[in-house]
């Protein structure tokens, strides 16, 4: 992965905005109904080349495909693997429950409509779970990005995002009565085997893997609401374990972790401290540790990265834009945010700065306008150039 060798580099956490008609075509595949490979796959493409053209705009130096081809950050290895089936149903927030004012708004602004991905009622994994022989899903998404790129000038850096086994298992529930897998940590070391395939098909064609997931923070209020921390930190630990396992055959500089506490426009109050979970994060193999430090909840956090120094062979990329405010971000408080996260760790070559997650996590499923998205890269840009001058001089 790069660094910032003699400036600030910038980069994003993985989803972009799509245009409307993709996130239809998205949707409408997630149910079921029949579409055009064609027209996809041409609203794809067209998709493709406004990202990365706006990610180039913006200034950024490590680019991706945005996500354009998945309907979800998780839920997309539902077309990609077998044994998932029927419809679960994932515990709500302890946001909704303890704040049914807010409840309420945010079933009004998100609305029920047929044109909204599955989020809270996703498959089960009802029998063991097999990852495509054939990898033609990422082969896919892996072509459709270089043929984007290829009338470009390269950028610094490129990276794609892949679903982590925490994030896969807690999104697709395990069905209670799954013959292959009696207990969690089954399903959870199986998914770790057969994702791996992916994570490495990603590394091999030249890209920067991320690891989305944000299990290692966000179900403390989802999964294991009702449980102590003990009991959440526990599930946190297999779930590096089957990082591990999967990651086992790629060098851990050419992965990036991606942790956060869901971006939902929610009161966050119960989140758990980062400090709590920093020591357990650590123990993943990989190079990178990117997490939210730009939102009005976890900003004060980023001291934590002096009580618990950062590893040596890890760059820090800290969220310094959030992307649930239509807000925008001054630069000069990007620039604050950025020039705390190195003091915190003490080396402005190991900060990397970023945003708090992705703006189009699920397709339909947006806080942020697209125009408005576009210019919080921009304001990353100008705020990471500013930190540059302050710690460069």
């Known amino acids: 992965?790069?660094?910032?060798?003699?400036?600030?580099?910038?980069?994003?956490?993985?989803?972009?905005?799509?245009?409307?008609?993709?996130?239809?075509?998205?949707?409408?595949?997630?149910?079921?109904?029949?579409?055009?490979?064609?027209?996809?796959?041409?609203?794809?493409?067209?998709?493709?080349d406004g990202v990365i053209g706006a990610q180039l705009e913006a200034g950024l130096d490590s680019i991706n495909n945005g996500e354009a081809p998945r309907v979800g950050f998780s839920t997309y290895v539902t077309e990609r693997m077998t044994g998932f089936g029927g419809e679960g149903r994932r515990k709500p927030t302890l946001?909704?429950?303890?704040?049914?004012?807010?409840?309420?708004?945010?079933?009004?602004?998100?609305?029920?409509s047929e044109d909204l991905a599955k989020v809270w009622n996703t498959p089960l994994a009802q029998r063991a779970v097999q990852y495509d022989p054939t990898l033609a899903g990422v082969k896919a998404e892996l072509a459709s990005f270089d043929a984007a790129l290829a009338h470009r000038a390269r950028p610094l850096e490129t990276f794609l995002t892949a679903a982590s086994p925490g994030v896969v298992t807690t999104t697709?529930?395990?069905?209670?009565?799954?013959?292959?897998?009696?207990?969690?940590?089954?399903?959870?070391?199986?998914?770790?085997?057969?994702?791996?395939?992916?994570?490495?098909?990603?590394?091999?064609?030249?890209?920067?893997?991320?690891?989305?997931?944000?299990?290692?923070?966000?179900?403390?209020?989802?999964?294991?609401?009702?449980?102590?921390?003990?009991?959440?930190?526990?599930?946190?630990?297999?779930?590096?374990?089957?990082?591990?396992?999967?990651?086992?055959?790629?060098?851990?500089?050419?992965?990036r972790l991606h942790v956060c506490w869901g971006n939902w426009q929610g009161p966050h109050q119960d989140d758990v401290p980062v400090a709590e979970l920093l020591p357990i994060l650590y123990r993943a193999k990989v190079g990178a540790l990117s997490i939210p430090l730009g939102n009005p909840r976890h900003e004060h956090e980023t001291v934590s990265f002096k009580t618990h120094p950062l590893p040596d062979h890890m760059?820090?990329?800290?969220?310094?834009?959030?992307?649930?405010?239509?807000?925008?971000?001054?630069?000069?408080?990007?620039?604050?945010?950025?020039?705390?996260?190195?003091?915190?760790?003490?080396?402005?070559?190991?900060?990397?700065?970023?945003?708090?997650?992705?703006?189009?996590?699920?397709?339909?499923?947006?806080?942020?306008?697209q125009d408005v998205a576009w210019a919080k890269l921009k304001a990353l840009s100008e705020g990471a150039a500013i930190a540059t001058r302050r710690l460069w001089g």
């Open 172 to 255: 697709m529930l395990r069905a209670e009565n799954n013959p292959d897998y009696p207990t969690d940590r089954d399903y959870v070391l199986a998914v770790a085997r057969e994702m791996k395939q992916e994570y490495e098909a990603i590394v091999a064609a030249g890209h920067v893997l991320q690891l989305d997931a944000p299990d290692l923070a966000m179900e403390r209020v989802i999964m294991f609401g009702d449980d102590d921390l003990g009991t959440f930190l526990e599930r946190v630990e297999l779930h590096v374990e089957a990082i591990n396992l999967a990651l086992e055959n790629v060098p851990a500089d050419k992965v």
């Open 95 to 112: 946001d909704i429950q303890r704040f049914p004012g807010y409840a309420e708004h945010m079933a009004r602004q998100i609305g029920v």
């Open 315 to 369: 760059l820090l990329m800290p969220g310094v834009i959030d992307v649930t405010t239509n807000y925008l971000e001054h630069p000069e408080v990007v620039a604050n945010r950025i020039c705390a996260s190195v003091e915190a760790i003490g080396d402005r070559e190991r900060v990397v700065a970023g945003t708090d997650c992705g703006f189009g996590t699920f397709a339909s499923y947006e806080f942020v306008a």
């Open 1 to 48: 992965m790069k660094t910032s060798r003699d400036r600030i580099i910038t980069t994003h956490t993985g989803s972009l905005p799509r245009t409307l008609e993709l996130s239809k075509l998205l949707v409408m595949r997630e149910q079921g109904k029949a579409v055009d490979a064609a027209t996809f796959d041409g609203e794809v493409a067209r998709c493709l």
